[in-house]
């Protein structure tokens, strides 16, 4: 039996799930992260062939085809032989505000990469502030993303990424090239070659499939970021169907036949397949209902409400000021008055209101050109609230369903199945 693996790299942890053809999970491994670490490539590459070496062996020796997704903008700088010369820069590193003028400088207006913790802005920041000993060997040096790495510890192919990583690098989708003001960067670092997520790239190397008694002939394919292949699991596959996570923030994707970027909102595109997936984020969402509820309270007081009737209360539930999207007013103030007394009434107002946002969202990307909404996923911790559902149902006037699955390794099987079948 052929069997596909896919292995997601989060934030608190990495997970691995193996599926059949027919989608079925025929195993799964988790490796939680410590909280503290003075050596993450180290930590990375233990929970990697530990997460592969806990699949049981008759199992692990059907896996046909592997895909692998890290966080997005965590990047590693290596030298020849993939070894990390300096500490990885994390997805939620900050430190490239310090080059965020010379990106605005370089990078055409408006453009995805001009943001403190994207891949360009750590890529800047490297090159200028590289450690003195290896400033030597910089032409050596390979630029690579977390799950390129990962990859290729066990393919060995150094500088391989795929177009998803690669977005927040500058990568041009569209065209499928580096863009010209990239290029005459003259960037001191090996940038890796980009190809479509899910390609089949090569074997594992002998060492790997002789250590982790994987099949000799056992493919890795090119991965993808932990957001879409989240999405990916979701089932969400034609246009018109997307995601919402109802998480601490609230997270818009919606498949479109055509791509949409509003850099103002926020707005990006990444390519999938033929379609794209366009996505906007708002600062309203579950950390709101957190700073006011316990998860029990939640609970108990939604299933007091009435998800039919109106709560006549317009708020734009924030924690502090300023949203970006579906409005961009960085000084945008949080409206949570007027509170009633009554705890159920409130937190109706609030579940009301972030439907209303949540709804003017996909409302923006349809007027930005994107295909109109026909039913939405939901994941997250607000996606366990039936109450907030039919809420959500009576302002976004579609169908919303539960996603197939939820999580991301799961969608990295996916990608890899799709790989080495040629489905890509
Ligand atoms: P993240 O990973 O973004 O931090 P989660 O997907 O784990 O968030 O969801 C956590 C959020 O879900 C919390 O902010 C919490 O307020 C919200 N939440 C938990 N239970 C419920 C519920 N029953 N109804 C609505 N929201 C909930």
Request: overall charge negative.
């Amino acid at each position: 039996m052929n069997l596909y693996l896919g292995i997601d790299f989060g934030t608190s942890g990495a997970r691995a799930i193996v599926i059949d053809s027919a989608g079925i999970i025929q195993a799964e491994s988790q490796y939680l992260f410590a909280d503290s670490t003075d050596n993450l490539t180290a930590m990375w590459r233990e929970a990697l062939f530990s997460l592969i070496a806990e699949i049981p062996s008759e199992i692990r020796g059907g896996i046909c085809a592997i895909a692998i997704n890290g966080t997005s903008s965590t990047v590693l700088l290596c030298d020849r032989t993939g070894n990390p010369i300096d500490s990885p820069i994390l997805y939620n590193d900050s430190r490239g505000i310090e080059v965020i003028d010379k990106l605005k400088e370089i990078a055409p207006p408006n453009h995805t990469v001009i943001s403190a913790t994207s891949s360009l802005a750590k890529l800047l920041w490297w090159q200028d502030l590289i450690p003195p000993l290896v400033r030597g060997a910089r032409g050596d040096l390979h630029f690579l993303h977390q799950a390129d790495w990962l990859a290729f510890l066990l393919h060995g192919q150094l500088g391989i990424s795929d177009y998803h990583n690669a977005l927040k690098l500058g990568y041009d989708v569209e065209k499928l090239c580096y863009p010209e003001w990239i290029e005459n960067l003259e960037i001191p670092f090996k940038l890796p070659k980009v190809i479509t997520p899910g390609t089949p790239i090569s074997e594992v190397t002998s060492e790997i499939a002789a250590s982790l008694k994987l099949r000799k002939d056992c493919v890795v394919c090119a991965g993808t970021t932990d957001s879409i292949a989240a999405f990916l699991a979701s089932g969400a596959k034609s246009p018109g169907e997307a995601s919402t996570s109802l998480g601490s923030t609230l997270v818009i994707k919606l498949l479109s036949s055509t791509r949409v970027d509003d850099a103002k909102y926020g707005i990006y595109s990444h390519r999938l397949g033929d379609l794209w997936l366009v996505g906007g984020a708002s600062n309203t969402g579950g950390a709101v209902l957190k700073s006011f509820f316990s998860d029990r309270e939640l609970e108990s007081l939604s299933s007091q409400i009435d998800a039919e009737k109106s709560s006549n209360l317009d708020y734009y539930p924030l924690l502090k000021a300023g949203d970006r999207f579906p409005i961009n007013d960085p000084n945008l103030p949080p409206k949570l008055e007027p509170r009633p007394e009554n705890p159920v009434e409130f937190l109706h107002g609030l579940l009301e209101s972030i439907a209303r946002i949540e709804a003017r969202g996909y409302e923006l990307l349809k007027q930005l050109g994107a295909t109109p909404l026909s039913c939405v996923y939901t994941a997250g911790g607000g996606a366990k609230n039936p109450t907030w559902t039919k809420i959500r149902e009576r302002y976004l006037k579609v169908p919303i369903l539960k996603p197939t699955h939820t999580q991301a390794a799961y969608g990295s099987a996916i990608l890899a199945m799709r790989g080495i079948n040629k489905k890509i």
